[in-house]
């Protein structure tokens, strides 16, 4: 039943009195999610915890890697303590998808959400948000979306745990979250025109409600994400503060824009092989509805997100600092690996090799989630041959978010419920 739920079907027709009333009914529950507004508004950043810390009882998980690196033999522990700050809009479902698998093939105890596919976002995480939290009780890896709350994560994983993130341009990613969730964002509807991302940033403020319902989606989301007061200006001091803590916690930052040398990176000090690396693009626009930014708007995206483009600008360097450290040919070469192995999967996995439009989806399982009122993320279709040794990886590979935290166990009723008035109300909005 769930996987059809999840299936967007055409708009059916509807008599104009069932019309009328389910229209009622869904301003209701918009009303409802408004008197949340308010106090989520007023909720800001407040990272308490109290209670234990995780306790390792026996040494878990430690499994050796013989890595070659130059011709000589170099062995390591591989890494399973981890912590994959979830980002919105900036490729972590691969990533997530990624370290789902490693999680799965190395049986880790992976913290997962309980009754939607994150940790209660938008509210600072808790561990009571995680599925079947004990005080005392150590993870592995945490990974789903959540707004980070440090103190917090601390208590769930071990001390050695590695934290890392990824980033993407400020200017793409507004685009991005626009395009996604403006139609959640309720001041949004009063914008006139065609052009509604122009139009609002052409006077940002004139729109702009800083404590409006889901405001966060579109100004700063990075800055949010972590945790921190989004409607801060760059000039503000407690920015550059903000960012100085997270580069303190957060051992690698990621970069989308260079997403197989950020995996390079991670695979180095994780010390993980290349095969915990292949991936296919998940969660991907179709062209068409990717609009490309003119550079006026892309400045003006910058202006408005200040806060998110010092933190990127920041972190931009780190990055490339070190892929220097870890030698530019080295990294070339290494990339160069992974994407012929990544096409070599390609060939092996998907029918056509490549992603196709939601409608040429047949296999409901690889329907990935789909924004209101839109059916613009593209999926694949897995061959009919794939040989019986590659059967499982290919479809973990591209087996979608939900569906896929579905088979791991995680009771999803809160985003199948929402899921289905998406899928049948989009005619409303
Ligand atoms: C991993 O290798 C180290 C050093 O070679 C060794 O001391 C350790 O016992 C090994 N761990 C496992 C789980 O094999
Ligand atoms: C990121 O860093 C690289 C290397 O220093 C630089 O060439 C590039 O312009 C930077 N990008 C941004 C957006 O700052």
Redesign the pocket.
């Known amino acids: 039943g769930f996987r059809n739920m999840l299936h967007l079907r055409g708009t059916p027709p509807m008599p104009l009195v069932q019309k009328f009333i389910m229209g009622a009914l869904l301003t209701c529950i918009m009303m409802v999610f408004y008197c949340f507004s308010a106090k989520q508004a007023q909720m800001n950043v407040q990272m308490v915890s109290h209670g234990t810390p995780c306790i390792q009882s026996e040494k878990q998980n430690?499994?050796?890697i013989s890595q070659r690196t130059k011709g000589q033999e170099r062995?390591c522990?591989a890494k399973v303590n981890l912590m994959f700050m979830k980002t919105h809009k900036t490729a972590s479902s691969t990533l997530l998808n990624i370290l789902l698998r490693f999680g799965q093939k190395h049986r880790l105890k992976i913290a997962l959400p309980n009754g939607r596919n994150d940790f209660m976002y938008p509210s600072p995480f808790l561990c009571s948000h995680v599925k079947d939290y004990r005080p005392g009780k150590c993870f592995n890896l945490i990974c789903n979306h959540m707004r980070f709350n440090g103190p917090e994560v601390d208590k769930l994983l071990p001390g050695d745990a590695v934290y890392f993130t990824i980033l993407k341009n400020p200017a793409d990613l507004f685009e991005s979250s626009f395009h996604y969730y403006h139609r959640l964002v309720p001041f949004t509807w009063q914008i006139p025109g065609d052009n509604k991302l122009a139009e609002f940033l052409r006077d940002p403020r004139l729109y702009f409600t800083p404590a409006g319902y889901n405001s966060f989606y579109l100004r700063n989301l990075l800055f949010f994400d972590f945790g921190y007061d989004n409607n801060m200006e760059p000039e503000d001091p407690k920015v550059i503060k903000a960012i100085q803590n997270m580069d303190k916690r957060f051992q690698l930052v990621l970069m989308a824009e260079y997403f197989e040398e950020s995996l390079i990176l991670l695979k180095d000090i994780l010390c993980w092989e290349m095969e915990d690396l292949l991936f296919f693009k998940l969660n991907v626009r179709k062209d068409s509805s990717v609009s490309q930014l003119s550079r006026e708007l892309k400045i003006k995206a910058l202006e408005w997100n200040g806060a998110d483009w010092m933190l990127y600008q920041y972190f931009n360097a780190t990055f490339w600092r070190k892929v220097e450290a870890y030698g530019h040919k080295r990294m070339q070469k290494d990339v160069r690996e992974l994407r012929r192995r990544n096409a070599e999967m390609e060939t092996v996995c998907i029918e056509g090799r490549e992603a196709v439009e939601p409608k040429r989806i047949r296999d409901t399982n690889m329907m990935p989630w789909q924004p209101l009122g839109e059916r613009s993320i593209m999926g694949y279709n897995m061959r009919n041959d794939i040989p019986p040794q590659y059967k499982e990886s290919c479809r973990n590979m591209l087996t979608p978010e939900i569906q896929y935290l579905s088979d791991l166990g995680v009771n999803l009723w809160v985003t199948r419920l929402w899921g289905w008035f998406k899928d049948r109300f989009v005619w409303l909005f």
């Open positions: 430690d499994f050796n062995s522990v």
